[in-house]
Structure formats: structure tokens, C-alpha cells
């Protein structure tokens, strides 16, 4: 009660802005207690102002109504970010004032208000014993550390020999590599371990100093009373939080022994950068923990704040300095070590943090500047749980990620029966590891990124977790994701089905073309429908209406019925053509003047690919008239024509030997159906007689029949001196007056060719010659 009633004192003379004021009432709250008969009669007024029969006292009149104070819910960020500014600097003024008050009192030889100094003279006296007592354990015990320290060295560097020791015997470059990687790793293992052990050694001097010094405390306290010994426990409390810290960073840099060092450093650097943190540490943690509290409690709460202010400036100068320095060498060696890091994960992050590294670093020397000003009794033990909760988050991570990629790096294999029935659904599975990867690392990132800033108390993640909102968006999330597995899973399902039909061998009966064309439209149609139906149904998880989307879909389906007519014509064209089976994949067919097989049918158009390779898209809208050379069965429809001194019987033996000659062919006579048909002579012309001939064929090779009948038939022909038809002239010469025209032999003329010399004399007549070469 009473020290309720001196801060309460306190509070309001500090609100009255006068220092002056304070004075009166600490001096005469003091000159109270003093007096025995005076404190008794204090005691006695307090009880008669206590609540009775727990009913809160009457105000008084004295009692001013407090003023209407704005919640800081109801304030805008920028409000609240001046109002704490403004208090900050209000406090800072009134600190300064407070202490240059006592200053200027303890010069001019008057006495100081608050100050205790005579009071706490046997606090201090035991806080420099135990200080000093405390730090001869710590070097004793960190002076037997070094032994255990050298021993694990040894140890470790026995390991890394032994790994890049050369074999005894010869052996294999396999068997070698696999020797050397087993011994690296055995290595790695226990220079973890020995690191492990280092630092467990050095903690333990830490405690064990400690425990020294707090024997000393209570062995000293006992004579003097034990409220002398708060100062030197809560030194104690403070050199145990400090030292396990430096015993962290010595841990990680290992100045005196190489191998016990957890990072790849020279010892330069690594004793450069131990030294400036353990200089950190001690400064911040020393300075926080035991001046500025000591500072406080023996002298004036104002002095203790201007205490902490100057010297958590010094250490944010000094901080600032060092990482700005050395902000580009950190950047190179980090970029450095990503380029050699065999995990892309790591190395990554190792660019990007060798970028940001220095920013990353002012940023947290400004949160622990304004954290120590802002609670100073509270800031250290802030920025420890902050900085842990922060850096085990990010392992964590870490550690999730890369045991992700490596998990997932790893091909899935199916058994062989599977991969024969089903031969792509080992590649589609495969194909979902990158994309679930990143999503998964996402979420990880998302998660991380929570876990610190609730660390850094910019974000109250279990606040968020307990409350509606937050229930709502995990389960939302975990809706979303069941969806996205449900509607992958059915598609895979599915589309292997699918596969699995249009692949059908070794027993099992080969699916036709019309089975191939339409699953290949049900395949499509499933495809949009899956994936319509999972983005509608994720969208109203999230939490859109899509009531409007559906309408809005049904509105854009009736204005496109209307205004792309062309579009709807294609479609209900094709949905009848694929019901009549008209044509299907693979088919031979003629439509629209293109002569080509059907290679692709979708639901509004069909893909022809001719004979010299043209790709023809032809809407389903712009066919009136199809033509199938493949359905059923197939003719190979000749017409023959035989010159007319020809027999008309020999022509057509001579064609039934031909197709004779042809079914002796093992590879085209399995494609002929029936015999032979001739039905005679179907024209005459000034050239010859046609002869047609029928044969009919499997659907799709009338083609190959032709062609290798032809070639029997000209065979055939030519054996039998039966001459095909070809184009023939009649000569007339001119006659004389009489009507007499003179009769040429053609074997004159061809003597006379072949007779180079025969030239007749001028005025001769070319008989004489003729009949002599005849």
C-alpha cells in the first residue's frame, strides 16, 4: 500500500509538469515514516478510507474527473504513430529536466530528492563483491573450458584427415568415391556434435560462474539482510542471459580453433566479426540490465532513462557504422557462397539476403533503439524471445523447403503393369510435383512471414488464429486446397481411363475410330467441365458470389447465340455430324473440295491433312456435302483401255491373271475382300475399248490395291504384246489433175534415212528410189 501510495505520489507530481513539486512530497512522505506516532495515524486514516462491505468509497470532492481520452482503436495509424511520438518526447523532457534538477541540487550541496545512494550502499558494496567474484569463476572455469575446447579440435581434425587420406590399397575409383563421401559425412556429423559439445562447455562455465557468484551473494547477504542482494541477483540474471548469448556467437565463429567453427570464415574475419558481436552484446545487455536499472533504483528513474537513451545510442552508432561498412564485403562473400551452394533453394536466398543483408541489419538496430526507450525493463528480454522466435522460424523453414525439393526432385515411379496399362499417368503425375512444390513453398513463406511479425508484435498471429476471421480463412484455405486435390484427382482418374482405351493392345480389343474420336471429345469436354466447375465452386469458397457470374454467363451465352449465329451453326452441325458417325479420326474423306485424312475433330470444326502435308481448318458450318472413302469397305474402280486390234477376250484373261498375281502378294491379298469383277467392255472410242474392273477392298486400301494391280496389269500386258492404246494420225498427200495420188511406203523413208549418202539428183523423183530400197 504504501509503495502504491509514492507511486501514485509520483505519478501525479509528474503530471503536473513541475519538478519542483515532486520535491515536497517525497520529502514529506519520508518525514511521515520517520515519525512513529505520524505513520500509525497514516495507517489508521487509509483504513477508514478503504471500501466497506466491498463498495467502491464515495468520490471526494477534491477529485478531478479525468478527461475524455480517445480510444487508440478509434485513432488513424498517423495519429497514433504522433501521439507516441509525442509522448515519447514528452517523457524525454521531462526525464531530462528530472535529472538536471538533481544534478544542479547535488552541486549546489542540497539534497537530492529520490536519491537512495546512502540507503543502497551496502547493495552496491555486495553487487562489486559478487561482480567481482563472478567474473574470477567465469575466467577460472573458461580457462578449463579451453582445455575441453582443444581435445574436441583434435578430435575433429583427426576425422578430416583420415577422410582425405589416400587408401591403402589400390582400389576401384568407385569403390574410392564411395570411401571418401562415407568419410566426409561421418565428418560433418561430428564436427556438429563437437560444436554442439563446445558450446554445451561453455554454457556450462557460464552456470557454473554464475552459481559461484550467487554462493558468494547469499553467503555475503546473510550477514547483511537479504533485501542487500536484489542488485547482485538481478547481475547475475543478467550475466547468464549475456554469456550464453556471447557463448552463441563464439560457437559460431571460433576464433581460437578452426575446426569447432560452424561457418566456412578465415580466422580473420571470424575473429573480427566475433568480436564486434560479443562488443554488442555486452554493451546492449550490461548497459540495459544492470546500469540503467542500478542507475534507477539507487538514484532517479529519470536519471536511469537518460542513462539507457546515451548509452543505447553510443551502441546504435557504433552498430550502424560497422554494418555500413561492411555492407559490400558481406554482399560479395554471400554471392560468392550462393554460386557454389548445390541446393537453387539456398542459394537464392543467400543472393538475396547478400543484397539486403545491411538493410535488414540498420532496421533491427532502430527496432532495439526504440524498443530500450520505449520499455526499457522489458526491451532486452523483447528483442531475445523476438530475435529466436525469428530465426528458428526461418530454419524451420528452411528446413521444410529443402526437405520438400529433395523430396520432391525424386521422379514418381509406378509398377511396370501400371506404366503398360496406363503409360501416361506416370508422366501426369510427375507433372503436378512443380506445381504443388511452389504452392507449398508458398504457404511456407505465408507462414514464416506470420511467425515473425507476431514475433516482432507487428501481427497477433494466435489473437488471429482464436478469432472468427482467422478460423474462417484456414478453413477456407483448407476447402480451396480439398477442391483443387478432388478436381486434379478426378482428371487424372479419368483422362488415364481414356488412355487407357484408346491404347488397348495385347488381348483386349483395339478400339475403333469412332470410339477414338469420341473419347477424345468426351476427354475435351470433361477437360473445360473439371475446370469450369472447380473455379466456380473455389470461387465461392473464397467467398465471391457467384450467382452473378453464373447469370452473367448465361447472358453473354444468349448474346453470343445471337450475334456469332455462325458459331452455333458450327457447333450443332458438328454435334450431328459426330451422331450420324459421318466421319471420324484417321478417315479418308472429301468435304468442302479438300481431298485429305481427317486428322482432328473438335466441337465446331474439323483438321484435313492432305497429301502434300496442308493443314486445312474447316468449321463444321461450311460442310454440305461429306464424302467417306473409309467406311465399310472400299473398290479399286479401273477403266482399261486396249487398242482396237486387240481381242477382247485375251484382254480381260490377261486381267484375271493380273489380279491372280496380285492375291499371291501376302500383304495385299488380306486386303481384298472378294474376287475379281469384270463387267466388260464399257466404251468405245476413237482411241479403243475400255474395259472395268471391280475389286473390292478393306476400308482405306482401295489405294494400295490399285497401285499394285497397275503394276500386274502393265507386266501382264507387255508379256502378251496386247498394245495399249495411244493417239494416231492419217496422212494424205496431194494429188494431180487426174486424181492420182502416189502411194509412199514408210519402209522407204526409213531406208532412205538410214542411207546418209542416198541424196536424190535434182529433178528426180523419189519412186525410182523407193522402189529400189524396197
Known sequence: MLCSLALTSSATAQT????????????????????????????????????????????????????????????????????????????????????????????????????????????????LYTVLGTLLAYFIFRSLAQYGFARLNVWIL??????????????????????????????????LLGVIAALLIDVAATLLAALAGYVLTTTL??????????????????????????????????????????????????????????????????????????????????????????????????GVRVVWKNRKTVRTALIARAEQSSTAIFGTLLQVLGRVWHLLALAYFTILLIVTQAEQDQALAFMIHATAQTLIAIAIGLILAAALSSLMSRRVQLPDHWRGRLPLLENRINSYVPVTLKTLRLLIFITVSLVVLDAWQAFDLLAWLNSSSGRA??????????ILLLAAATWTVLASLIEHRLGASKGTRKPSEREKTLLMLFR?????????????????????????????????????????????????????IQLENGMN??????????????????????????????????????????????????????????????????????LELAFKDLMQDPELAREVLEEISIPGVTGLTERGFTIRVL????????????????????????????????????????????????????????????????????????????????
Not at 81 to 92: C, E, H, K, P, V
Not at 275 to 301: C, E, N, R
Open 524 to 576: 475435351n469436354a470433361a477437360a473445360i467441365m473439371i475446370i469450369t466447375m472447380t473455379a466456380l465452386i473455389a470461387l465461392s469458397q473464397i467467398g465471391i458470389d457467384i450467382g452473378p457470374l453464373i447469370a452473367g454467363a448465361g447472358v453473354a451465352g444468349l448474346a453470343i447465340g445471337f450475334g456469332a449465329q455462325k458459331l452455333v451453326q458450327d457447333v450443332i452441325t458438328g454435334v450431328f
Open 158 to 191: 583427426h576425422d578430416s584427415k583420415k577422410a582425405n587420406a589416400p587408401a591403402a590399397e589400390p582400389s576401384s575409383p568407385l569403390v574410392t568415391s564411395v570411401r571418401r563421401h562415407r568419410f566426409a559425412s561421418l565428418a560433418i556429423g561430428r564436427k
Open 695 to 774: 475389286i473390292k477392298t478393306t476400308p482405306g486400301n482401295q489405294w494400295a490395291i490399285q497401285r499394285g494391280f497397275n503394276r500386274l496389269v502393265k507386266q501382264r500386258f507387255d508379256a502378251a504384246g496386247i498394245e495399249l492404246p495411244y493417239p494416231q494420225t492419217v496422212l494424205h498427200f496431194g494429188r494431180d489433175k487426174e486424181g492420182y495420188a502416189a502411194p509412199v511406203d514408210v519402209r522407204g523413208v526409213d531406208a532412205l534415212r538410214h542411207a546418209p549418202g542416198a541424196t536424190p539428183a535434182p529433178g528426180q523423183t523419189m519412186r525410182p528410189a523407193l522402189d529400189e530400197g524396197s
Open 473 to 482: 480463412t484456414i478453413a477456407m484455405i483448407f476447402r480451396v486446397a480439398f
Open 221 to 318: 547477504a546473510s550477514s547483511q539482510g537479504e533485501n542487500t542482494a536484489l542488485l547482485s541477483l538481478q547481475f547475475l540474471t543478467a550475466f547468464v542471459m549475456i554469456e550464453v548469448a556471447k557463448s552463441i556467437s563464439r560457437g559460431i565463429f571460433a576464433t581460437r580453433y578452426d575446426q569447432l567453427r560452424l561457418l566456412p570464415l578465415a580466422p580473420e574475419t571470424a575473429n573480427y566479426w566475433n568480436h564486434w558481436l560479443t562488443l554488442l552484446i555486452g554493451l546492449t545487455g550490461y548497459s540495459m540490465l544492470v546500469a540503467v536499472p542500478v542507475a534507477a533504483t539507487v538514484f532517479l528513474p529519470a536519471a536511469g532513462k537518460i542513462l539507457g537513451l546515451i548509452l543505447m545510442l553510443c551502441v546504435y552508432i557504433y
Open 585 to 654: 479420326q484417321n478417315d479418308v474423306v472429301e468435304l468442302a473440295g479438300i481431298f485429305g485424312t481427317v486428322e482432328k475433330i473438335t466441337i465446331r470444326s474439323v483438321v484435313i491433312r492432305t497429301l502434300d502435308g496442308g493443314y486445312h481448318l474447316i468449321p463444321f458450318s461450311t460442310i454440305d456435302k461429306l464424302t467417306n472413302h473409309t467406311r465399310d469397305y472400299g473398290y479399286h474402280y479401273g477403266e482399261y483401255n486396249v487398242a482396237h486390234r486387240e481381242n477382247v477376250d485375251e484382254a480381260i484373261a490377261q
Open 16 to 127: 503536473a509538469d513541475a519538478p519542483s513539486a515532486s520535491a515536497p512530497s517525497y520529502s514529506a512522505l519520508a518525514d511521515l515514516l520517520e515519525n512513529d506516532q505520524a505513520r500509525d495515524q497514516l495507517i489508521e486514516q487509509l483504513r477508514n478510507l478503504a471500501p466497506q462491505d466491498g463498495q467502491a468509497p464515495a468520490p471526494t470532492a477534491t477529485a478531478a474527473q479525468p478527461a475524455p481520452v480517445a480510444q487508440p482503436e478509434n485513432l488513424s495509424l498517423s495519429q497514433r504513430m504522433a501521439a507516441g511520438l509525442q509522448n515519447f518526447t514528452t517523457s524525454i523532457l521531462h526525464d531530462l529536466s528530472a535529472t538536471m534538477h538533481a544534478v544542479r541540487a547535488a552541486i549546489s550541496g542540497q539534497p537530492v530528492p529520490g536519491n537512495r545512494l546512502h540507503a543502497f550502499l551496502p547493495a552496491l558494496e555486495l553487487l
